[in-house]
């Protein structure tokens, strides 16, 4: 069986597991759950901060109103972390349209809308991609801004790689035009 060119090397690159000339859809709709792994370090880094007050506390080379301020400082900073914490366990529903639209509803834990509809969303500068890590930055019509902290545990592993697949095409298309 004779092969033109073109068809050569189609047949090479397939074999050599290449795919050429295919267009591929970056179109995504994930539930973004808040990550275990993130959460039980923000747990780590208060209860470290604890340690830390309860060392400050019983420390006798410090004076005792130096020593005293510190320790309401730690403890107001668990305090704060510990609301921050409670507040961030939002889960949240994220839609990337094929020409790069992205939509976002926060929904419950069982899966029910908080707000009626998707609202759209756009990518902030800041937003980072790592292999493990995505913090986006994401801001809608009214200027409010969402920071989504996504580890691969935060979604199955398959829409963990495309949403970041997605979101690096999106940043490549905004920096090109």
């Not at 730690?74 to 639209?101: D, P």
Request: with cysteine.
């Amino acid at each position: 069986m004779r092969y033109s060119t073109p068809q050569k090397i189609r047949t090479i690159a397939m074999w050599c597991g290449f795919v050429l000339f295919t267009s591929m859809s970056i179109a995504i709709s994930t539930s973004l759950r808040p990550s275990p792994i993130l959460q039980a370090i923000q747990y780590g880094l208060l209860l470290l901060l604890v340690a830390t007050a309860a060392t400050l506390f019983f420390m006798p080379d410090i004076a005792a109103q130096l020593r005293y301020s510190l320790v309401a400082v730690c403890l107001c900073a668990v305090g704060f972390a510990a609301w921050w914490q409670q507040k961030q366990k939002i889960h949240y529903q994220i839609t990337i349209s094929h020409e790069g639209n992205i939509y976002l509803s926060r929904i419950t834990t069982d899966g029910t809308a908080i707000s009626s509809a998707s609202e759209l969303v756009s990518l902030v500068a800041g937003s980072t991609i790592w292999p493990s890590f995505m913090l986006l930055r994401l801001r809608n019509e009214a200027g409010r801004i969402y920071p989504l902290a996504l580890m691969p545990d935060s979604t199955s592993a398959d829409n963990f790689r495309a949403l970041a697949v997605a979101v690096r095409w999106i940043i490549r298309r905004k920096t090109k035009s």
